[in-house]
């Protein structure tokens, strides 16, 4: 079946730096990443969507400056966030897809920020 | 955009009730899936019901594609079912990525 694999589960960073999750696909090929934040008492926004082959696209209030995105192969993508505050810190969610299939979404990365 | 609006925001039951949970959205959706976001956030997809009704053990969805609505029903409830439950649209013109609503938070006690 189709799997997504998100990692850390769970990470702690000091205010101003900077830290990197990633997103496996596994039984399928995501062709493309949806990336989300779950911000504290909120719903879950989107940041960006990547598709293979095209421009990843920013959602307002998302830069790439903050939140670079690499999406090199059909089965991998990584965020980071870059220069952490903490207004940044929630749920990060990754979810992914073949072609226009139903997205398949990892159980996210909890990002804490001191 | 799209908008999704669910209902009751938060929802408090016995256990062995009955839970109804709602789900509005602006737009025609053509895809439409319930998750179950765990207390310590982990996010489990339920089901994925863009048009008519779906049955997984205790969990029914019912969507309505016309009325731009979903239901989810869980039948005798128990402790384990506490946490929120969120639910996401994909609309036809959209590029596939799901709008969630802000989620309905059930209890239930002993």
């Known amino acids: 079946g189709a799997l997504v694999y998100q990692y850390p589960r769970r990470t702690i960073c000091k205010s101003g730096t900077s830290m990197r999750m990633e997103c496996q696909a596994v039984g399928f090929q995501a062709t493309s990443v949806a990336w989300y934040r779950q911000s504290p008492q909120k719903t879950f926004e989107l940041i960006a969507l990547?598709?293979?082959?095209?421009?990843?696209?920013?959602e307002q209030n998302f830069t790439q400056e903050k939140f670079p995105i690499s999406h090199p192969n059909l089965s991998f993508s990584s965020m980071t966030v870059l220069n952490a505050y903490l207004e940044d810190r929630g749920l990060y969610l990754c979810?992914?897809?073949?072609?226009?299939?139903?997205?398949?979404f990892g159980s996210g990365t909890r990002l804490t920020v001191l | 955009g799209q908008q999704v609006q669910q209902s009751p925001a938060s929802l408090v039951l016995q256990e062995g009730e009955n839970a109804e949970l709602q789900c509005n959205f602006s737009s025609t959706a053509t895809q439409l899936q319930w998750f179950y976001q765990s207390p310590g956030g982990s996010l489990v997809s339920l089901l994925s019901n863009p048009s008519g009704t779906k049955h997984t053990g205790r969990l029914t969805s019912t969507t309505v594609t016309k009325e731009r609505r979903s239901s989810l029903h869980i039948s005798s409830s128990q402790t384990t079912d506490s946490g929120t439950y969120l639910c996401a649209t994909t609309t036809s013109g959209g590029n596939y990525k799901p709008t969630f609503g802000k989620g309905t938070s059930l209890v239930v006690h002993p």
């Open positions: 979810g992914a897809r073949a072609g226009t299939e139903t997205l398949y």
């Open positions: 990547s598709t293979v082959n095209s421009a990843i696209k920013y």
